[in-house]
């Protein structure tokens, strides 16, 4: 069984290293060696079949800024 390391993965993801660990603490299916974090060939099909990589909302995207103008009559 091949394991991948969280830099590993994250770059065969195409998603931020800090991303795949928020991933991993909101419940994505990995494997825990000691602090290490490790993705299986299965975890990582997991991932991407998951809701957590396909939701269409991302709660830390950055907001986009609305201006307000105001009509002058």
């Not at 299986?40 to 830390?60: G, H, I, Q, V």
Request: proline share 1%; aromatic share 4%.
């Amino acid at each position: 069984m091949k394991c991948y390391t969280t830099e590993t993965a994250a770059e065969l993801l195409n998603v931020c290293e800090e991303t795949l660990r928020r991933l991993c603490r909101e419940g994505a299916q990995h494997r825990r060696v000691g602090r290490r974090i490790l993705f299986t060939d299965a975890d990582l099909a997991a991932l991407l079949e998951s809701k957590l990589m396909r939701d269409e909302k991302n709660p830390f995207a950055r907001k986009k800024k609305v201006d307000v103008q105001e009509d002058a009559k």
